[in-house]
């Protein structure tokens, strides 16, 4: 059971859009900015939002997080095939370190 | 696309000891917070620990505290994870990656990783 609690997994059309949660605590999310990754299986995982809301270069903006009290969101736009991927929300803790949130496969149908 | 370099990898027993070694080619390594990642294959990521651009500070995750040590030679531009008294439940991959400068845990670069197995 992580401590950062996603949604194992969502899905939706081409075009749809779709919302992963992210529900921390006040010593992580609550007191700390949070980073998404991207996981295509097979590969390393790639930052796509630090900061709460900021974007790598080259990250698409059909990709975009926020982060209110101890929750956060990463919201994806005119989804694509090249999207199916594994999604991570991650924190830094006061007292545990490092935290991922256990992961949410997201399908296209 | 720039990519950090993992390698130490292999199979050990339980009670054994490894040292994975990360370099950066090409990238900048020396101003950067660094991480070790792993995953356990079809599972989700965790944090390992993470030290600071000079290297006098580290932390680590509770499940490794006291057996794992990370440490860098700024001058190798390498990134190593001294792995002692190995558990079963520590097989997975290990990545190593790069804080994204102005961040100490946003991680902007990422390894391919090494698979470290601990097994009797």
């Known amino acids: 059971q992580s401590v950062l609690t996603q949604p194992p997994s969502t899905s939706g059309t081409p075009g749809q859009s779709v919302i992963i949660s992210c529900s921390g605590s006040?010593?992580?999310?609550?007191?700390?900015?949070v980073n998404w990754y991207q996981q295509v299986p097979g590969m390393a995982p790639k930052l796509l939002i630090y900061?709460?809301?900021q974007r790598p270069s080259g990250v698409p903006d059909r990709f975009s997080g926020s982060k209110s009290g101890a929750s956060a969101s990463l919201a994806i736009s005119g989804l694509r095939s090249e999207d199916e991927a594994d999604y991570y929300c991650a924190a830094w803790d006061d007292s545990l370190g490092g935290l991922f949130g256990g992961g949410t496969k997201l399908t296209v149908l | 696309e720039a990519q950090m370099m993992e390698s130490g990898g292999g199979l050990v027993q339980p009670g054994g000891s490894l040292r994975l070694s990360c370099v950066a080619p090409g990238i900048t390594f020396t101003s950067h917070w660094m991480h070790w990642v792993r995953q356990v294959p079809g599972k989700g990521l965790v944090w390992v620990s993470r030290?600071?651009?000079?290297?006098?500070?580290?932390h680590y995750a509770d499940s490794v505290k006291g057996r794992f040590t990370v440490s860098r030679d700024n001058a190798r531009n390498t990134l190593y994870l001294q792995m002692d008294s190995l558990r079963v439940e520590d097989t997975a991959l290990y990545y190593c990656?790069?804080?994204?400068?102005?961040?100490?845990?946003?991680?902007?670069?990422w390894g391919q990783g090494t698979m470290v197995t601990v097994s009797s």
């Open positions: 900061r709460n809301d």
């Open positions: 030290i600071n651009s000079d290297g006098s500070s580290a």
């Open positions: 006040s010593s992580n999310i609550g007191s700390n900015t």
């Open positions: 990656t790069r804080a994204r400068d102005g961040s100490r845990n946003a991680m902007d670069v």
